[in-house]
Protein backbone atom coordinates (compact mmCIF):
# COMPACT_ATOMS: atom_id res chain seq x y z
CA UNK A 1 0.00 0.00 0.00
CA UNK A 2 1.30 3.84 -0.57
CA UNK A 3 2.28 5.80 1.78
CA UNK A 4 0.07 7.64 3.81
CA UNK A 5 -0.54 11.41 2.84
CA UNK A 6 -1.34 14.32 5.20
CA UNK A 7 -2.95 17.88 4.39
CA UNK A 8 -1.15 20.79 6.22
CA UNK A 9 -4.87 22.15 7.13
CA UNK A 10 -6.63 20.44 9.52
CA UNK A 11 -10.36 19.46 8.70
CA UNK A 12 -11.68 20.78 11.57
CA UNK A 13 -11.67 23.62 10.13
CA UNK A 14 -14.04 22.79 7.40
CA UNK A 15 -14.03 22.55 3.57
CA UNK A 16 -13.73 26.07 3.22
CA UNK A 17 -10.34 26.85 4.40
CA UNK A 18 -9.29 23.83 2.53
CA UNK A 19 -10.74 24.90 -1.00
CA UNK A 20 -9.54 28.21 -0.25
CA UNK A 21 -6.12 26.97 0.62
CA UNK A 22 -6.26 24.84 -2.96
CA UNK A 23 -7.33 28.23 -4.76
CA UNK A 24 -4.42 30.22 -3.64
CA UNK A 25 -2.16 27.52 -4.21
CA UNK A 26 -2.89 27.25 -7.54
CA UNK A 27 -3.03 31.14 -7.77
CA UNK A 28 -6.65 30.88 -8.99
CA UNK A 29 -9.20 33.83 -8.35
CA UNK A 30 -12.53 32.96 -7.05
CA UNK A 31 -14.31 34.84 -9.88
CA UNK A 32 -11.70 32.54 -12.01
CA UNK A 33 -12.39 29.07 -9.86
CA UNK A 34 -16.29 30.13 -10.47
CA UNK A 35 -16.65 30.63 -13.99
CA UNK A 36 -14.32 27.30 -14.43
CA UNK A 37 -17.16 25.30 -12.03
CA UNK A 38 -20.19 27.01 -13.44
CA UNK A 39 -20.58 28.30 -10.16
CA UNK A 40 -20.69 32.25 -8.76
CA UNK A 41 -17.53 34.14 -7.28
CA UNK A 42 -20.16 34.86 -4.31
CA UNK A 43 -20.72 31.36 -3.67
CA UNK A 44 -17.33 30.53 -4.16
CA UNK A 45 -17.17 33.16 -1.21
CA UNK A 46 -19.66 32.07 0.83
CA UNK A 47 -17.89 28.15 0.77
CA UNK A 48 -14.79 29.12 1.78
CA UNK A 49 -15.98 31.22 4.81
CA UNK A 50 -18.13 28.66 5.67
CA UNK A 51 -21.24 30.63 5.14
CA UNK A 52 -22.49 28.13 2.34
CA UNK A 53 -21.84 24.51 2.19
CA UNK A 54 -21.33 22.72 -0.78
CA UNK A 55 -22.66 20.13 -2.46
CA UNK A 56 -20.85 16.76 -2.72
CA UNK A 57 -20.55 17.19 -6.40
CA UNK A 58 -19.70 20.78 -6.42
CA UNK A 59 -16.29 19.61 -3.95
CA UNK A 60 -16.07 17.00 -6.25
CA UNK A 61 -15.86 19.54 -9.41
CA UNK A 62 -14.09 22.50 -7.68
CA UNK A 63 -11.45 19.72 -6.71
CA UNK A 64 -10.87 19.09 -10.88
CA UNK A 65 -10.68 22.13 -11.56
CA UNK A 66 -8.00 22.86 -8.92
CA UNK A 67 -6.24 19.63 -9.77
CA UNK A 68 -6.39 18.93 -6.30
CA UNK A 69 -4.87 15.03 -5.83
CA UNK A 70 -6.96 12.03 -5.82
CA UNK A 71 -6.21 11.65 -2.07
CA UNK A 72 -6.63 15.59 -0.39
CA UNK A 73 -10.10 15.52 -2.38
CA UNK A 74 -11.23 12.47 -0.05
CA UNK A 75 -10.18 14.92 2.71
CA UNK A 76 -12.33 17.84 0.85
CA UNK A 77 -15.10 15.41 1.15
CA UNK A 78 -14.64 14.48 4.56
CA UNK A 79 -14.19 18.14 5.66
CA UNK A 80 -17.51 18.82 4.42
CA UNK A 81 -19.25 15.79 6.10
CA UNK A 82 -19.27 13.46 3.21
CA UNK A 83 -17.72 9.76 2.64
CA UNK A 84 -14.68 9.17 0.79
CA UNK A 85 -15.18 9.09 -3.13
CA UNK A 86 -11.97 7.33 -3.88
CA UNK A 87 -11.07 3.84 -2.77
CA UNK A 88 -7.07 2.97 -1.50
CA UNK A 89 -6.63 -0.29 -2.26
CA UNK A 90 -3.54 -2.15 -1.21
CA UNK A 91 -1.75 -3.05 -3.76
CA UNK A 92 -1.23 -6.56 -3.22
CA UNK A 93 -5.52 -6.69 -3.16
CA UNK A 94 -6.66 -8.98 -6.07
CA UNK A 95 -8.57 -6.60 -7.53
CA UNK A 96 -5.31 -5.14 -8.90
CA UNK A 97 -4.10 -8.02 -9.90
CA UNK A 98 -4.24 -7.29 -13.64
CA UNK A 99 -2.79 -3.53 -12.87
CA UNK A 100 0.30 -5.24 -11.09
CA UNK A 101 0.69 -8.12 -13.29
CA UNK A 102 0.85 -5.18 -16.29
CA UNK A 103 3.00 -3.29 -14.77
CA UNK A 104 5.28 -6.02 -14.02
CA UNK A 105 5.31 -7.16 -17.80
CA UNK A 106 5.96 -3.52 -18.62
CA UNK A 107 9.25 -3.18 -16.80
CA UNK A 108 10.73 -6.35 -18.25
CA UNK A 109 9.70 -5.83 -21.60
CA UNK A 110 12.20 -2.67 -21.03
CA UNK A 111 15.05 -4.99 -20.46
CA UNK A 112 18.16 -4.42 -20.69
CA UNK A 113 17.63 -0.51 -19.67
CA UNK A 114 16.39 0.05 -15.90
CA UNK A 115 12.91 0.39 -15.12
CA UNK A 116 11.20 0.45 -11.68
CA UNK A 117 7.59 1.24 -10.08
CA UNK A 118 7.55 3.44 -7.09
CA UNK A 119 4.79 4.88 -4.81
CA UNK A 120 4.13 8.87 -3.90
CA UNK A 121 6.74 8.36 -1.48
CA UNK A 122 9.30 7.14 -3.98
CA UNK A 123 9.13 3.25 -2.33
CA UNK A 124 10.26 0.90 -4.65
CA UNK A 125 7.09 -1.51 -5.43
CA UNK A 126 9.23 -3.31 -8.85
CA UNK A 127 11.97 -3.14 -10.02
CA UNK A 128 13.50 -5.35 -13.34
CA UNK A 129 17.19 -6.76 -13.55
CA UNK A 130 18.32 -3.45 -15.41
CA UNK A 131 18.25 -1.68 -11.83
CA UNK A 132 19.18 -4.36 -9.95
CA UNK A 133 22.51 -4.51 -11.92
CA UNK A 134 23.28 -0.80 -10.78
CA UNK A 135 22.70 -1.72 -7.25
CA UNK A 136 25.89 -3.35 -6.97
CA UNK A 137 28.40 -2.12 -4.32
CA UNK A 138 25.03 -0.47 -2.79
CA UNK A 139 25.04 -1.15 1.16
CA UNK A 140 23.29 -4.12 2.44
CA UNK A 141 21.50 -1.67 4.60
CA UNK A 142 19.88 0.05 1.94
CA UNK A 143 18.96 -2.74 0.24
CA UNK A 144 16.43 -4.01 3.20
CA UNK A 145 12.72 -3.80 2.88
CA UNK A 146 11.46 -1.18 1.96
CA UNK A 147 13.80 0.04 -0.29
CA UNK A 148 13.50 3.95 -1.14
CA UNK A 149 14.60 5.02 -4.26
CA UNK A 150 15.63 8.61 -3.44
CA UNK A 151 17.78 7.03 -0.08
CA UNK A 152 19.42 4.73 -2.79
CA UNK A 153 20.15 7.20 -5.33
CA UNK A 154 21.57 10.36 -3.04
CA UNK A 155 22.74 7.98 0.08
CA UNK A 156 26.77 8.01 0.68
CA UNK A 157 26.52 4.25 0.52
CA UNK A 158 24.31 4.19 -2.30
CA UNK A 159 24.62 5.43 -5.67
CA UNK A 160 25.82 8.65 -4.99
CA UNK A 161 29.60 7.73 -5.16
CA UNK A 162 29.44 6.48 -8.53
CA UNK A 163 27.00 9.40 -10.08
CA UNK A 164 29.63 11.28 -11.93
CA UNK A 165 27.53 14.53 -12.07
CA UNK A 166 26.15 13.93 -8.64
CA UNK A 167 25.69 18.12 -8.24
CA UNK A 168 23.45 18.30 -11.06
CA UNK A 169 21.93 15.12 -10.81
CA UNK A 170 20.90 15.71 -7.06
CA UNK A 171 19.54 19.07 -7.87
CA UNK A 172 17.27 17.69 -10.33
CA UNK A 173 15.74 15.00 -7.86
CA UNK A 174 15.31 17.76 -5.20
CA UNK A 175 13.65 20.37 -7.32
CA UNK A 176 11.53 17.04 -8.41
CA UNK A 177 10.65 15.97 -4.66
CA UNK A 178 10.09 20.20 -4.29
CA UNK A 179 7.38 19.96 -6.95
CA UNK A 180 5.82 17.31 -5.55
CA UNK A 181 5.65 18.74 -2.01
CA UNK A 182 3.91 21.88 -3.26
CA UNK A 183 1.49 19.92 -4.98
CA UNK A 184 0.75 17.01 -2.73
CA UNK A 185 1.45 18.82 0.64
CA UNK A 186 2.95 15.24 1.91
CA UNK A 187 4.54 15.52 5.41
CA UNK A 188 6.15 11.85 4.78
CA UNK A 189 7.34 13.22 1.48
CA UNK A 190 9.00 15.74 3.17
CA UNK A 191 10.36 14.36 6.14
CA UNK A 192 12.34 12.29 3.43
CA UNK A 193 12.93 15.37 1.16
CA UNK A 194 14.93 16.51 4.78
CA UNK A 195 16.96 13.34 5.46
CA UNK A 196 17.81 13.10 1.78
CA UNK A 197 18.88 16.66 1.62
CA UNK A 198 20.95 16.21 4.44
CA UNK A 199 22.93 13.79 2.84
CA UNK A 200 26.75 15.00 2.72
CA UNK A 201 27.72 15.72 -0.67
CA UNK A 202 31.78 15.02 -1.66
CA UNK A 203 33.79 18.13 -2.29
CA UNK A 204 34.80 16.65 -5.74
CA UNK A 205 31.31 16.19 -6.64
CA UNK A 206 31.55 18.21 -9.80
CA UNK A 207 29.63 17.70 -12.98
CA UNK A 208 32.09 15.43 -14.85
CA UNK A 209 32.90 16.14 -18.24
CA UNK A 210 32.23 12.52 -20.72
CA UNK A 211 35.57 11.04 -22.78
CA UNK A 212 33.54 12.36 -25.38
CA UNK A 213 31.00 14.97 -26.64
CA UNK A 214 27.53 13.74 -26.77
CA UNK A 215 24.95 16.16 -27.91
CA UNK A 216 22.46 15.19 -24.57
CA UNK A 217 19.06 15.78 -25.51
CA UNK A 218 17.95 16.17 -21.12
CA UNK A 219 20.00 16.34 -18.08
CA UNK A 220 21.32 12.96 -17.88
CA UNK A 221 22.55 10.54 -15.40
CA UNK A 222 25.58 9.58 -15.82
CA UNK A 223 26.97 6.70 -13.07
CA UNK A 224 30.10 4.49 -13.22
CA UNK A 225 29.63 0.46 -13.59
CA UNK A 226 32.43 -2.09 -13.54
CA UNK A 227 34.72 0.84 -14.76
CA UNK A 228 32.48 2.10 -17.78
CA UNK A 229 30.20 5.42 -17.46
CA UNK A 230 26.94 5.06 -18.71
CA UNK A 231 24.09 7.80 -19.09
CA UNK A 232 20.52 7.78 -18.67
CA UNK A 233 18.08 10.30 -19.10
CA UNK A 234 14.99 9.90 -16.44
CA UNK A 235 11.14 9.03 -17.82
CA UNK A 236 8.23 8.98 -15.41
CA UNK A 237 4.86 7.53 -16.19
CA UNK A 238 1.67 8.00 -14.25
CA UNK A 239 -2.04 6.74 -15.08
CA UNK A 240 -4.44 9.32 -16.35
CA UNK A 241 -7.85 9.64 -14.70
CA UNK A 242 -7.16 7.39 -12.01
CA UNK A 243 -10.07 6.33 -9.42
CA UNK A 244 -7.81 4.79 -6.35
CA UNK A 245 -5.35 6.36 -4.87
CA UNK A 246 -3.30 3.74 -4.58
CA UNK A 247 -2.80 4.04 -8.45
CA UNK A 248 -2.83 7.32 -8.77
CA UNK A 249 0.14 7.89 -6.57
CA UNK A 250 2.17 4.86 -8.51
CA UNK A 251 4.64 5.80 -11.08
CA UNK A 252 6.83 3.71 -13.55
CA UNK A 253 10.06 5.66 -14.41
CA UNK A 254 12.60 4.30 -16.81
CA UNK A 255 15.48 5.18 -17.59
CA UNK A 256 16.02 5.45 -21.43
CA UNK A 257 20.12 5.00 -22.22
CA UNK A 258 21.15 8.83 -23.47
CA UNK A 259 23.92 7.03 -26.31
CA UNK A 260 24.85 4.44 -28.06
CA UNK A 261 28.05 3.49 -26.06
CA UNK A 262 25.76 2.68 -23.25
CA UNK A 263 23.05 0.93 -24.90
CA UNK A 264 25.83 -1.45 -26.76
CA UNK A 265 27.09 -1.98 -22.73
CA UNK A 266 23.75 -2.74 -21.67
CA UNK A 267 22.69 -5.29 -24.48
CA UNK A 268 25.96 -7.27 -23.52
CA UNK A 269 25.55 -7.32 -19.77
CA UNK A 270 21.75 -8.22 -20.05
CA UNK A 271 20.92 -9.89 -23.41
Known amino acids: MTAPMSTAVPTAQGVGPLLRAWRERRRVSQLELALRAGSSARHISFVETGRSRPSEEMVLRLAEHLDVPVRERNTLLLAAGYAPHYPETPLDDPALDALRAGMERLIRGYEPYPALVVDAT ?135 PADPATVKYLHTQLP
Not at 223 to 250: C, K, Q, Y
Open 122 to 256: YQVLAANRGILMLMDGVSEHLLEPPLNAMRLTLHPEGLAPRIRNLREWRGHLLEQMERQIALHRSEPLRALYEEVAGYPVPDDAAGAEPDEPVPYFALPMQIEHEGRVLSFISSISTFNTPMDVTVAELAIETLL
